[in-house]
């Protein structure tokens, strides 16, 4: 078992399989955004490597995430690799959807179990502003191709820019009145890159749950949590909806996570810059006991939580380069 100094016990990794991405949010990444060569990120045997290492450690969740997992080469057989390791019990990935409509099928034949789809507005005009280039219609192509397959439950992600799609949070949220589907709200999170926008355009989750009941009156409260989301339901609803406030109300004491970056590097927490490089080392011949050691020091080094109220933005990397 992986524990931290605070008693925190680590065992989920989110693995991002390239800093890659088919699209351009302007919450996430510049638009001349260059990306890695392949040589530099994990390559195929590395990821599945590090993955047996993780789950002799007690790592049993993992979420694939990027840039945007799907456009990496051979997801479908990573996928595969990572759902037969002894010791992964739970293998989901978080995607904008655009592949999914090819890819939901044979994901789910390789041992995919859900998906998270982003979807910020299901106004295509709005859609397209968000993403630089974006087709809405694709996306919910790839949202009814996972459902079909049963990559579920489906659940979705809004991240909310002021000035861009603060209103759209009422069309998102009626989506779960007829569908079993979760709707989950982000809080706008600042790094490198876009830090500008990601900063002065921020909407709270209050702020977004207020204009949810001024539509539908007050949610009925589930008090549970789903990961870092506050769970809630529109009364009568078949779904749920979620609010995620890294920002403005922090969830680190109940943190069970760890990063592993496409270029290899262990991050502990999503908004602190400090890294563990692996990818070096296991490329200059290091043992498996070697980077076991080097996780376990990262592990029990986590910080407790992020400096943002100290007005300490992480900015070694863009969201990409992390994989949120
Ligand atoms: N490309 C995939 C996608 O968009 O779902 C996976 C990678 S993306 C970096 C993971 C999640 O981070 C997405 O839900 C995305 O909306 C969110 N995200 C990106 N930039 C963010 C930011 N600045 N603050 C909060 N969430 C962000
Ligand atoms: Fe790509 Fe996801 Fe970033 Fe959007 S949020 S640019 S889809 S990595």
Redesign the pocket.
């Known amino acids: 078992m992986a524990v931290d100094r605070f008693g925190r016990n680590i065992h989920y990794l989110r693995i ?1 399989l390239t800093d890659h ?1 088919n ?1 351009r ?1 302007i ?2 990444m510049p638009e001349d955004q260059t990306f890695r060569p392949s040589a530099d990120l994990l390559q195929d045997d590395e990821i599945l490597r590090l993955t047996r290492l993780f789950a002799s450690l007690g790592f049993d969740k993992i979420r694939l ?5 799907t456009v990496r080469a051979n997801v479908v057989k990573i996928v595969r690799g990572i759902a037969s390791t002894p010791g992964i019990r739970s293998l989901s990935m ?4 655009i592949l999914l409509s090819q890819l939901a099928q044979p994901l789910k034949e390789a041992g995919l179990q859900r998906v ?3 979807i ?1 507005t299901l106004d295509p005009e709005k859609f397209r502003r968000l993403t630089r280039w974006g087709k809405l219609q694709q996306v919910w192509d790839g949202i009814l191709a996972a459902e079909r397959v049963g990559l579920a439950p489906i659940k979705l ?3 909310i820019v002021k000035g861009y799609n603060e209103d759209d949070v009422i069309d998102l949220a009626a989506l779960t009145i007829e569908r079993p589907w979760q709707m989950r709200y ?6 490198a890159g ?1 830090t500008d926008i ?1 900063t002065k355009q921020v909407v709270t989750a209050a702020d977004i749950q207020k204009r949810i009941e001024s539509e539908f009156g007050p949610l009925e409260v589930s008090g549970k949590y789903d990961g870092e989301a506050r769970i809630f339901r529109i009364r009568g609803a078949k779904g749920e909806l979620g609010f995620i406030s ?1 920002v403005s109300v922090p969830f680190c004491s109940a943190c069970t996570r760890a990063r592993l970056t496409a270029d290899g590097v262990l991050r502990m927490c999503l908004l602190r810059e400090k890294e563990i490089d692996l990818l070096t080392p296991m490329r200059d011949g290091a043992s498996d006991e070697e980077l076991r050691r080097l996780v376990l020091d990262g592990v029990w080094n986590k910080p407790w939580g992020h400096g943002l109220e100290e007005g300490l933005i992480p900015l070694n990397r863009a ?2 380069q ?3």
């Open positions: 991002s991405c699209l949010c919450y996430c995430t990027g840039g945007e997992p978080t995607t904008n959807g998270n789809i982003s910020d992600n809004a991240v982000i809080e706008m999170m600042p790094f876009v990601q890294s969201m990409n992390i994989g949120g």
